[in-house]
């Protein structure tokens, strides 16, 4: 006779909060309309300077000041969306606003506004308005995930989803631009370009949010936003945020781990940096996107793996183990870039392949991590939850978005600084700029050389966190007699 499978809340004791798994992949839809914006916003220094006539040294500090303006508005806001309770929920309602602030500000920035006859008073106006659209939009689609389940198996397949569309829709934008767009416009970036992208981002950005409003809404109800019935107990105040960082050592290990990828990933983000490994340093722009799109099968592969493994092993342990192979897999890449700095590779089928391997075997590690990270933001929720018996996944998330984009948003200074020092002051490094010494060297150092830093940063900080698989079913456990208590 064939044994059941135990369940979770079987094997720990615990009654979790489940899903219906076919339901996770259409609500988590979000995170592919937040990924639209954040694909586009990555050719703001096209922007600004082909269409607003601004320096690329300037436009790295002007990205950097916004940045930390979107650290300022994400704990006033995410605490806001705590805050909010109305009947029709407060998920929908935050998304909605944010992306309607999004598409106009995007539509001024590249294209209405995109025409060089205006001020950079004008620019940088519309892009602090983009930001706080972001903010509404990314800190209210945070919310779901903790909300959706808290079972150790199902809450890393959520972050998996969610995960997947950022990644995929990145990739898929980025493809569109270098396939499509660049040929059409003869390889150069122009402000015609950028419209056409801006109005495709809209329209893409726009049915993955209609389809996730219509599927979240089985979740975004009052009740589910309430540890306890005590309404002064359970109000959320300012006070709340600096208890949380003074005390809060999931938190604190937590920001460290999680800001120190995200700068590095801020840096490589940046469409001038790929322009300079893959137009200048490889010598084929277009590889990028065959990279793109062949890197889709390891990222799917890899997330999978990823979910599994964050719910056997528990988000620690995942973050600790992904982010070592990580190290290795950038050490070996930096090494091929050096190693080759005086050979066309394009030229080369052998190493193209090498490249091409390497790259999407990236690809592939780097969605491990985000993973495993994701999964540990909804244990550092419950974690707090279980300390304070007050749920606060917008103010939790906004205060490490706060420091996150603060220490985030040195990462377009880096970029810029980085490549004017190599003689990119005035003007934005275009594919068929001849290959340098000095850039190959500034290339492998931002592409590689600054995700190793942070991924040691992730490690020196999972030695002194709290969270683990064991201490989360504990947290689980303590969340519930707690309900109980105060019911």
Request: glycine content about 6%; some cysteine; charged content about 15%.
């Amino acid at each position: 006779m064939e044994t059941k499978k135990l369940t979770s809340s079987q094997v720990d004791g615990v009654q979790y909060r489940t899903t219906k798994s076919w339901l996770i992949p259409f609500i988590m839809m979000a995170g592919g309309c937040s990924a639209c914006f954040s694909t586009i916003i990555g050719y703001i220094s096209y922007a600004a300077n082909l269409g607003f006539g601004i320096s690329i040294v300037l436009i790295g500090f002007f990205i950097t000041f916004a940045r930390i303006f979107d650290g300022i508005t994400d704990p006033l806001i995410s605490m806001l969306i705590d805050r909010t309770n109305t009947r029709f929920g407060k998920i929908r309602i935050f998304m909605v606003i944010g992306w309607l602030i999004q598409i106009i500000s995007i539509k001024c920035l590249f294209d209405w506004f995109n025409d060089g006859t205006h001020s950079i008073i004008i620019f940088l106006i519309l892009y602090l308005i983009y930001y706080i659209g972001y903010t509404c939009l990314n800190m209210s689609s945070q919310l779901i995930g903790p909300v959706l389940t808290n079972d150790p198996k199902q809450r890393p397949i959520v972050n998996v989803w969610s995960i997947f569309y950022a990644y995929v829709i990145s990739i898929v934008l980025s493809i569109g631009v270098t396939i499509v767009l660049l040929p059409k416009y003869e390889y150069t970036y122009t402000p015609e370009l950028l419209a056409t992208l801006a109005n495709f981002t809209i329209i893409v950005s726009g049915i993955f949010l209609f389809i996730s409003l219509i599927a979240v809404t089985s979740i975004d109800k009052p009740e589910n936003f309430i540890v306890t019935s005590d309404e002064k107990k359970s109000a959320i105040k300012f006070k709340d945020m600096w208890d949380m960082l003074k005390s809060n050592r999931a938190l604190q290990c937590f920001i460290l781990a999680a800001t120190s990828d995200k700068l590095a990933t801020q840096v490589t983000a940046q469409s001038i940096i790929s322009t300079i490994l893959y137009g200048i340093i490889i010598g084929n722009m277009a590889l990028s996107a065959i990279i793109n799109i062949v890197g889709i099968v390891p990222i799917l592969i890899f997330s999978m793996i990823a979910g599994k493994y964050v719910g056997k092993h528990g988000s620690k342990e995942s973050i600790i183990f992904w982010s070592r192979i990580n190290i290795g897999l950038s050490v070996l890449s930096m090494l091929f870039i050096l190693v080759t700095a005086g050979t066309n590779v394009s030229k080369s089928l052998p190493l193209v392949i090498v490249f091409v391997v390497l790259s999407m075997l990236a690809n592939g590690l780097r969605i491990t991590l985000s993973i495993a990270s994701s999964s540990m933001m909804s244990d550092t929720i419950d974690y707090e939850s279980a300390k304070s018996q007050k749920f606060m996944p917008g103010t939790i998330a906004g205060v490490y978005s706060f420091i996150d984009k603060l220490v985030s948003s040195l990462g377009a200074v880096i970029a810029s600084v980085s490549i004017a020092l190599i003689g990119y002051k005035d003007t934005v490094p275009q594919p068929a700029d001849p290959k340098t010494m000095p850039i190959v060297v500034i290339g492998a150092f931002l592409f590689y050389g600054i995700p190793i830093m942070g991924w040691i940063c992730s490690l020196i900080a999972m030695k002194f966190t709290p969270i683990s698989k064991e201490g989360m079913i504990e947290v689980q456990k303590t969340i519930v007699h707690n309900k109980e208590n105060n019911s």
